[in-house]
């Protein structure tokens, strides 16, 4: 019955979970404050003095805001599972004849399609401040797959922490580190003009690659090999938190 009814059942979970989010908008606006305020304050107050290689400063600045959107908003999916935990709503619908794991999903879906809405608010304002693209379908097509991808890659170590955290501040903590992550990546400034050691280490963790990708495929510029670096560090690190989601789920909500 679990496997015949569970996209079904997923997407009555994402419903509720959608209509939680309608009802306090202020959610998807808290989440876009932070990464507009950074918009902002590196496009008219520093980027000036700051030497991107481009005339444009928000084309080259836009990718690394997005990602930044996307680390702020998986706290609120943490949030979210932490207090279905803490109130026994799993525990209430596993009690239905429902897909236990539909729960979980609905969850999921949620992250993709808050974070979406929250994308395109970023995106709206980015076209007033200036930002054009000479991309064309595929390459946009792309662009929103990389995107999706890494939200979902959040979305699960997000699901680890609201299922192990023991309070909701511990629940929501965990994304501090990824939202300054962009920090030190080329997401604001090309990593040649980083000091040796934090260039190193700036041009081997994921953002990078995701930021330069994207910024490539807005710009119909050769990606090289940054695409597919990109999908594999996405891929890679999600796979290693799905496992450990899915034993924090059993432990924590099925007791197995």
Request: glycine content about 6%.
């Amino acid at each position: 019955m679990e496997t015949r009814y569970f996209f079904s059942d997923m997407s009555i979970m994402l419903g509720r979970s959608m209509r939680h989010i309608f009802r306090s908008m202020d959610t998807i606006f808290t989440v876009a404050i932070t990464p507009l305020a950074l918009m902002l304050l590196f496009v008219y107050v520093f980027g000036g003095a700051i030497q991107s290689g481009v005339d444009n400063y928000v084309n080259y600045l836009l990718p690394g805001i997005l990602l930044i959107t996307i680390a702020s908003g998986i706290a609120y999916t943490a949030y979210r599972l932490f207090q279905d935990v803490q109130r026994g709503i799993f525990e209430r619908f596993h009690s239905m004849p429902i897909a236990h794991s539909a729960v979980l999903w609905g969850h999921v879906l949620t992250s993709l399609v808050s974070n979406a809405i929250s994308i395109v608010l970023i995106l709206l304002v980015a076209l007033l401040m200036g930002f054009r693209s000479p991309a064309g379908v595929l390459s946009w097509l792309a662009v929103i797959g990389i995107l999706a991808l890494f939200t979902l890659t959040l979305t699960w170590i997000a699901t680890i922490a609201g299922l192990s955290a023991k309070t909701i501040d511990g629940a929501s903590a965990f994304s501090y580190p990824l939202i300054l992550l962009p920090f030190i990546s080329s997401a604001f400034v090309p990593t040649d003009t980083m000091p040796t050691i934090v260039r190193v280490f700036a041009e081997h963790q994921p953002v990078t690659s995701i930021a330069d990708a994207i910024r490539a495929l807005l710009s119909n510029q050769p990606v090289g090999n940054n695409l597919w670096i990109a999908v594999a560090w996405c891929a890679g690190i999600m796979a290693v938190a799905y496992v450990f989601a899915m034993r924090a789920y059993k432990r924590r909500v099925l007791g197995r």
